[in-house]
């Protein structure tokens, strides 16, 4: 290392004009290898094959197809989920390859489904002669929908999906052809019929789909007590079904399994150098020296951890109390403000009181602020990885954004919540003020868009970027108020300005590797652009010169 790095660094770190060159110079990095990345991936193919590409739904039919040609032994349960899905997606299927709509007779005299040889393929893998003839029925009926022949085909699988045993197969494709036709009603208790065949995973998977979406908790409750179905569940439904049944074991369950299962590493990395840019800005105001880089990690676990019962209150609000996030104006309002709000910052806040002890103990409003703005850290840490799937720029724009006001609002109300207890309710009435207007501006933040389709006033584009504005304002000043900066070798600015341009410049180089089109790349700048104001008014509070 040469001497005197330590010295320079300081001093770079704090040059506003240096901060500004590496920044940008930084960004600019990350788009013209982002550019480079998709010219490399994409320009090497001919319009032409851009062109023949096919649909991800024929690719994935096709590719079905092929397996069920090479398959060494029957496999009738795999060609009528293939069916299934074929008839799902036929009308998509025939514009795309400017076909006109299937109709019965062709089918009847070739066999075939444009260009697949369906017949063929049900006498390579359905040998029963009964179940044979239920296929050809399932297709007739599927086809002959306002035909003699197609109402006939439709009548006898009514009749075998009745009868005592049912016919295999046969409540499977009354549920498909039931679904096709909008006519719903008998559905799910076609899918649980067809579930008690062992090799039925396909039905009992949608069946149990269809009822959570229908809230059958006594139903739910008798298939979870029946091991097939029991390992038919996956863990996103263990968790609904937990909520819908009143076993929290289960969802508890249910909930941390589905979200260790659906981990994307990837993601996870991104989100964690998101999170760690405020994790280092908010530790350089710790006053203890020894601990500082350590001891923030618990409330940010805390923090994660906090998802989860934010996860059981959201089932229990929207299938015991009815609270719907698409219901008509205003009562949508109310569902992002008592709903939304009310149930994640109660959350944060709940894991928050677990270090109140310690708290108290130690005396000390900036230690209470700042372990509770790192719960809501780590309550963003989690909630993010999600977001990130969508691409763009989110990554940069929930790092300004979502990222800093879940932390100034659980530091604000933590911070109430501290000091209402140190001076044994005495300024209780702070913390509830504190409290509420939270949850509101959780919630209208939440819901700006909502509120801007019915009075058309631009408030889906500034009511968010006013109440970070006006958060940040509160958070900054009892911070300042509460703790004292750092002088450390790097400062928070230049932390926030390089760790975003970092940020940005990645954002930039994924669009290059995912997207098509440089409408990639261009759509993350124009994401940054748009929040823009909300750095500034972090650089301001940072005071840097």
Same mark, same amino acid.
């Given at each position: 290392?040469?001497?005197?790095?330590?010295?320079? !660094?300081?001093?770079?770190?704090?040059? &506003? &004009?240096?901060?500004?060159?590496?920044?940008?110079?930084?960004?600019?990095?990350? $788009?013209?290898? +982002?550019?480079?990345?998709?010219?490399?991936?994409?320009?090497?193919?001919?319009?032409?094959?851009? =062109?023949?590409?096919?649909?991800?739904?024929?690719?994935?039919?096709?590719? !079905?197809?092929?397996?069920?040609?090479?398959?060494?032994?029957?496999?009738?349960?795999?060609?009528?989920?293939?069916?299934?899905?074929?008839?799902?997606?036929?009308?998509?299927?025939?514009?795309?390859?400017?076909?006109?709509?299937?109709?019965?007779?062709?089918?009847?005299?070739?066999?075939?489904?444009?260009? *697949?040889?369906?017949?063929?393929?049900?006498?390579?893998?359905?040998?029963?002669?009964?179940?044979?003839?239920?296929?050809?029925?399932?297709?007739?009926?599927?086809?002959?929908?306002?035909?003699?022949?197609?109402?006939?085909?439709?009548?006898?699988?009514?009749?075998? =999906?009745?009868?005592?045993?049912?016919?295999?197969?046969?409540?499977?494709?009354?549920?498909?052809?039931?679904? #096709?036709?909008?006519?719903?009603?008998?559905?799910?208790?076609?899918?649980?019929?067809? +579930?008690?065949?062992?090799?039925?995973?396909?039905?009992?998977?949608? =069946? /149990?789909?269809? =009822?959570?979406?229908?809230?059958?908790?006594?139903?739910?409750?008798?298939?979870?007590?029946?091991?097939?179905?029991?390992?038919? #569940?996956?863990?996103?439904?263990?968790?609904?079904?937990?909520?819908?049944?009143?076993?929290?074991?289960?969802?508890?369950?249910?909930?941390?399994?589905?979200?260790?299962?659906?981990?994307?590493?990837?993601?996870?990395?991104?989100?964690?150098?998101?999170?760690?840019?405020?994790?280092?800005?908010?530790?350089?105001?710790?006053?203890?020296?020894?601990?500082?880089?350590?001891?923030?990690?618990?409330?940010?676990?805390?923090?994660?951890?906090?998802?989860?019962? #934010?996860?059981?209150?959201?089932?229990?609000?929207?299938?015991? /109390?009815?609270?719907?996030?698409?219901?008509? $104006?205003?009562?949508?309002?109310?569902?992002?403000?008592?709903?939304?709000?009310?149930?994640?910052? @109660?959350?944060?806040?709940?894991?928050?009181?677990? $270090?109140?002890?310690? /708290?108290?103990?130690?005396?000390?409003? +900036?230690?209470?602020?700042?372990?509770?703005? *790192?719960?809501?850290?780590?309550?963003? /840490?989690?909630?993010?990885?999600?977001?990130?799937?969508? +691409?763009?720029?989110?990554?940069?724009?929930?790092?300004?954004?979502?990222?800093?006001?879940?932390?100034?609002?659980?530091?604000?109300?933590?911070?109430?919540?501290?000091?209402? @207890?140190?001076?044994?309710?005495?300024?209780?009435?702070?913390?509830?003020?504190? *409290?509420?207007?939270?949850?509101?501006?959780?919630?209208?933040?939440?819901?700006?868009?909502?509120?801007?389709?019915?009075?058309?006033?631009?408030?889906?584009?500034? @009511?968010?970027?006013?109440? @970070?504005?006006?958060?940040?304002?509160?958070?900054?000043?009892?911070?300042?108020?509460?703790?004292?900066?750092?002088?450390?070798?790097? !400062?928070?600015?230049?932390?926030?300005?390089?760790?975003?341009?970092?940020?940005?410049?990645?954002?930039?180089?994924?669009?290059?590797?995912?997207?098509?089109?440089?409408?990639?790349?261009?759509?993350?700048?124009?994401?940054?652009?748009?929040?823009?104001?909300?750095? *500034?008014?972090?650089?301001?509070?940072?005071?840097?010169?």
């Amino acid at each position: 290392m040469f001497h005197g790095w330590r010295a320079r !660094s300081h001093h770079l770190t704090r040059n &506003r &004009r240096f901060l500004i060159r590496a920044s940008v110079s930084i960004v600019v990095a990350g $788009f013209t290898i +982002g550019c480079l990345v998709q010219w490399l991936r994409v320009g090497a193919t001919s319009a032409d094959v851009r =062109a023949r590409q096919v649909s991800p739904t024929a690719q994935k039919l096709r590719e !079905s197809w092929r397996r069920l040609e090479t398959a060494g032994d029957p496999a009738p349960r795999e060609l009528l989920g293939w069916l299934a899905r074929f008839f799902k997606s036929q009308d998509d299927l025939a514009e795309e390859l400017g076909t006109p709509p299937l109709e019965l007779d062709p089918y009847l005299k070739s066999g075939k489904l444009f260009a *697949f040889d369906v017949r063929a393929m049900i006498v390579r893998h359905v040998k029963e002669n009964r179940e044979h003839r239920l296929f050809e029925d399932f297709v007739t009926a599927m086809l002959g929908v306002r035909d003699d022949r197609g109402e006939a085909a439709t009548g006898r699988l009514r009749h075998a =999906a009745a009868a005592e045993p049912p016919a295999p197969f046969a409540n499977e494709m009354l549920a498909r052809m039931l679904l #096709a036709r909008d006519q719903d009603a008998d559905v799910l208790g076609a899918l649980v019929r067809e +579930g008690g065949f062992d090799d039925a995973a396909l039905a009992r998977d949608d =069946a /149990l789909h269809l =009822a959570i979406e229908r809230h059958e908790a006594e139903l739910l409750a008798g298939l979870m007590r029946l091991p097939k179905w029991r390992e038919s #569940a996956t863990p996103w439904m263990r968790g609904r079904i937990g909520a819908l049944t009143g076993d929290v074991w289960m969802q508890w369950r249910g909930i941390i399994a589905h979200q260790m299962a659906s981990m994307r590493w990837g993601l996870l990395a991104l989100a964690l150098f998101a999170a760690g840019l405020w994790y280092v800005i908010l530790a350089q105001r710790s006053d203890d020296q020894t601990w500082r880089w350590f001891r923030p990690a618990l409330p940010v676990v805390a923090g994660v951890c906090s998802v989860w019962p #934010a996860l059981i209150l959201l089932t229990y609000q929207e299938y015991h /109390l009815g609270f719907v996030e698409h219901a008509p $104006f205003p009562r949508n309002i109310w569902y992002f403000i008592a709903g939304v709000g009310l149930r994640e910052e @109660l959350s944060k806040l709940a894991l928050f009181a677990v $270090f109140l002890p310690w /708290l108290l103990w130690r005396r000390s409003e +900036g230690a209470a602020l700042l372990a509770a703005a *790192f719960v809501g850290l780590g309550f963003a /840490l989690e909630e993010n990885i999600n977001y990130y799937r969508g +691409g763009g720029g989110i990554a940069w724009l929930r790092f300004l954004t979502a990222n800093f006001m879940h932390v100034a609002m659980t530091g604000i109300t933590g911070h109430a919540l501290y000091e209402m @207890l140190r001076w044994r309710f005495a300024r209780a009435e702070k913390f509830v003020a504190a *409290f509420l207007l939270i949850v509101m501006a959780h919630g209208f933040y939440d819901c700006a868009d909502e509120i801007d389709e019915v009075l058309n006033i631009g408030l889906g584009r500034f @009511l968010p970027l006013i109440i @970070l504005i006006l958060l940040a304002g509160h958070f900054f000043d009892l911070l300042a108020a509460t703790t004292r900066p750092d002088a450390g070798i790097v !400062s928070p600015a230049a932390v926030l300005l390089i760790g975003s341009a970092l940020l940005i410049a990645v954002m930039f180089v994924v669009a290059g590797a995912t997207t098509a089109d440089l409408g990639g790349i261009a759509a993350v700048g124009n994401e940054c652009v748009s929040v823009a104001p909300v750095i *500034f008014v972090y650089w301001r509070k940072f005071e840097v010169r």
